[in-house]
T-cell receptor, first 116, second 112 residues
Framework: AQSVTQPDIHITVSEGASLELRCNYSYGATPYLFWYVQSPGQGLQLLLKYFSGDTLVQGIKGFEAEFKRSQSSFNLRKPSVHWSDAAEYFCAVGAGPSSGANNLFFGTGTRLTVIP | KAGVTQTPRYLIKTRGQQVTLSCSPISGHRSVSWYQQTPGQGLQFLFEYFSETQRNKGNFPGRFSGRQFSNSRSEMNVSTLELGDSALYLC???????????FGQGTRLTVV
């Protein structure tokens, strides 16, 4: 069964500083991996996805993530954080190309606070 | 292109009642999934519909049900509401299997 671990519940960074949010997954086959962002009371916005190919993927709002199969990780990074990036970030794993299923398993989320 | 639309945005119901939530997917998308989000359990998958058929189901009691219409719009129903059903219910739309999911704004259900 799939599972996702986001070890950091809450991270605080200064505006302009770099950011890395950690995500580890468990899945027996080739996974699909996603990062979503959620502002308070809102739905989830897709930041980026990894299906196959280049292990460094670029997303919206200047975010990128790197898939490392050997470490079962898919960490999210941003070189310079803006105050508007303050939100909750969720890593998710999908069942991959062989399953035919479309359900996602989410981590517990990391809340990002940005201080001026 | 319009995004995923969920109605209503907010709902207050009494224990024992039933509720129906609606989701209109992105035009051309045939897969609709539903998720429950609570502070204690996080984001949990309820079920997925594709071309009017339930293709996948999460670990929720039978009080939670859904359906999908020929225009891909979906509804989920919760019967005999319990206090613990209070949550943000999110609908996600996908073009097909194994493609990215786009989420709506959610319906905030409060059971009193």
């Amino acid at each position: 069964a799939q599972s996702v671990t986001q070890p950091d519940i809450h991270i605080t960074v200064s505006e302009g500083a770099s950011l890395e949010l950690r995500c580890n997954y468990s899945y027996g086959a080739t996974p699909y991996l996603f990062w979503y962002v959620q502002s308070p009371g809102q739905g989830l916005q897709l930041l980026l996805k990894y299906f196959s190919g280049d292990t460094l993927v670029q997303g919206i709002k200047g975010f990128e993530a790197e898939f490392k199969r050997s470490q079962s990780s898919f960490n999210l990074r941003k070189p310079s954080v803006h105050w508007s990036d303050a939100a909750e970030y969720f890593c998710a794993v999908g069942a991959g190309p062989s399953s035919g299923a479309n359900n996602l398993f989410f981590g517990t989320g990391t809340r990002l606070t940005v201080i001026p | 292109k319009a995004g995923v639309t969920q109605t209503p945005r907010y709902l207050i119901k009494t224990r024992g009642q039933q509720v129906t939530l609606s989701c209109s997917p992105i035009s051309g998308h045939r897969s609709v999934s539903w998720y429950q989000q609570t502070p204690g359990q996080g984001l949990q998958f309820l079920f997925e519909y594709f071309s009017e058929t339930q293709r996948n189901k999460g670990n929720f009691p039978g009080r939670f049900s859904g359906r999908q219409f020929s225009n891909s719009r979906s509804e989920m129903n919760v019967s005999t509401l319990e206090l613990g059903d209070s949550a943000l219910y999110l609908c996600a739309s996908s073009f097909s299997a194994n493609t990215e999911a786009f989420f709506g704004q959610g319906t905030r259900l409060t059971v009193v």
